[in-house]
Nanobody, 117 residues
């Protein structure tokens, strides 16, 4: 079993930066692919960035060049560095781990990011 807790969200002005963190516990963290998803108000939850257990990364086109995902297996954590933030980045950001061997994904409870002038 994996439990995920996000932190680092908050209110920031356009052009600013935030660093989100996701702390994992309860399983072997290093074996799971990890992802950050976001859900703006009234919209669907979509992938922002992902990182495999070997370190390969993938980003949504809207955040390429601005966001960086990384993982720290020694500390069971994954991070999302967000730079040059835009109002359209406003969303609840969720950390995801998985799939596990039977196809189950683990989700954190989310952290709010608000980009406003």
């Amino acid at each position: 079993q994996v439990q995920l807790v996000e932190s680092g969200g908050g209110l920031v002005q356009p052009g600013g930066s935030l660093r989100l963190s996701c702390a994992a516990s309860g399983s072997i963290f290093s074996r799971y692919a990890m992802g950050w998803y976001r859900q703006p108000p009234g919209k669907q939850r979509d992938l922002v960035a992902s990182i495999t257990n070997s370190g390969s990364t993938n980003y949504a086109d809207s955040v390429k060049g601005r966001f960086t995902i990384s993982r720290d297996n020694a500390n069971n954590a994954v991070h999302l560095q967000m730079n040059t933030l835009k109002p359209e980045d406003t969303a609840v950001y969720y950390c995801r781990a998985g799939p596990n061997p039977i196809g189950f994904f683990y989700w954190g409870q989310g952290t709010q990011v608000t980009v406003s002038s």
